[in-house]
């Protein structure tokens, strides 16, 4: 059974910080690619950061310099620290994996800015 459970959103001022968790089960954690997609309403699903088999770690350039990717492998989590919020980055957070050519999502985390 494939689950992911994302955690950590909520309200903050422009300018402030939040840190998204996404738990995936164990049995496909080290074996899949992980992403972070965001969805704000009316506007299409937007990919935000790339966790790479090979450790690799690649940001959309909308968030590049500001969010940072990391992933603890003994919790099978991964994080998504976000600095420098803006308004724009307002959206609800989705962790994915995709497991013979299956998307599977988390049920996501709002994220709201305040300007």
């Known amino acids: 059974q494939v689950q992911l459970v994302e955690s950590g959103g909520g309200l903050v001022q422009a300018g402030g910080s939040l840190r998204l968790s996404c738990v995936v089960s164990e049995s496909v954690f080290s074996v899949n690619v992980i992403r972070w997609y965001r969805q704000a309403p009316g506007k299409e699903r937007e990919w935000v950061v790339v966790f790479t088999n090979d450790g690799g770690i690649h940001y959309g350039e909308s968030v590049r310099g500001r969010f940072i990717g990391s992933r603890d492998n003994t919790k099978n989590t991964v994080f998504l620290q976000m600095n420098s919020l803006k308004p724009d980055d307002t959206a609800i957070y989705y962790c994915?994996?995709?497991?013979?050519?299956?998307?599977?999502w988390g049920q996501g985390s709002q994220v709201t800015v305040s300007s």
């Open positions: 994915n994996i995709v497991l013979r050519g299956i998307d599977y």
